[in-house]
């Protein structure tokens, strides 16, 4: 029988980011206990005082009024991660446009390596055509926009660290298959 293996590293995406722009503050924030409030809190919306939590702790009562605020948190910092401009972001985070360009500014600010080494390769993506930079045979390009609504462009910058999460997944089974966990 063919057997389905899931496994996700928890954030692997911010660890792969990370390094590929060498953003220490973005490997700080990683190594917290909680990635998102690290980042509210690097950006001065989480009290600094206040340690953050692991995920068990998330469910005590000192830390429910911020539950709200992870949630904002990360869908920002996936969303913009990802490309994702001000006005969807506004949508995600149900918010006015305003909020969602001062928590993309704050994104840029607190993770400024990466913001402007993902900024840099855009610029340089732009500058070519689509079709000089698609993957597998215009995978990339002709199959995600039309079947997820993805800019062409957004999928080239995502393309290094999804491949890089990807490859460390397939070599975790390898490893397993190697090892007699898996049969």
Same mark, same amino acid.
């Given at each position: 029988?063919?057997? !389905?293996?899931?496994?996700?590293?928890?954030?692997?995406?911010?660890?792969?980011?990370?390094?590929?722009? $060498?953003? !220490?503050?973005?490997?700080?924030?990683?190594?917290?206990?909680?990635?998102?409030?690290?980042?509210?809190?690097?950006?001065?919306?989480?009290?600094?005082?206040?340690?953050?939590? !692991?995920?068990?702790?998330?469910?005590?009562?000192?830390?429910?009024?911020?539950?709200?605020?992870?949630?904002?948190?990360?869908?920002?910092?996936?969303?913009?991660?990802?490309?994702?401009?001000?006005?969807?972001?506004?949508?995600?985070?149900? !918010?006015?446009?305003?909020?969602?360009?001062?928590?993309?500014?704050?994104?840029?600010?607190?993770?400024?390596?990466?913001?402007?080494?993902?900024?840099?390769?855009?610029?340089?993506?732009?500058?070519?055509?689509?079709?000089?930079?698609?993957?597998?045979?215009?995978?990339?390009?002709?199959?995600?926009?039309?079947?997820?609504?993805?800019?062409?462009?957004?999928?080239?910058?995502?393309?290094?660290?999804?491949?890089? $999460?990807?490859?460390?997944?397939?070599?975790?089974?390898?490893?397993?298959?190697?090892?007699?966990?898996?049969?």
């Amino acid at each position: 029988f063919p057997v !389905t293996i899931e496994k996700d590293y928890g954030s692997q995406e911010v660890c792969i980011s990370a390094d590929w722009a $060498g953003d !220490t503050a973005m490997l700080d924030s990683y190594l917290q206990k909680d990635y998102y409030l690290a980042f509210m809190q690097k950006c001065g919306k989480f009290p600094a005082d206040l340690p953050l939590p !692991t995920e068990e702790e998330r469910a005590l009562p000192i830390y429910q009024p911020y539950k709200q605020m992870r949630q904002l948190a990360k869908g920002c910092c996936l969303g913009l991660s990802y490309g994702m401009g001000v006005d969807k972001l506004a949508s995600q985070m149900n !918010t006015t446009k305003d909020i969602a360009k001062e928590y993309k500014y704050s994104f840029e600010s607190v993770y400024k390596k990466y913001s402007t080494k993902r900024r840099k390769l855009k610029e340089n993506a732009q500058l070519k055509d689509p079709n000089s930079w698609c993957f597998t045979d215009g995978f990339m390009y002709e199959v995600y926009p039309t079947a997820y609504n993805v800019k062409p462009v957004n999928s080239l910058l995502n393309m290094p660290i999804q491949g890089a $999460g990807s490859y460390m997944l397939r070599e975790l089974v390898k490893i397993c298959f190697k090892r007699g966990i898996l049969s």
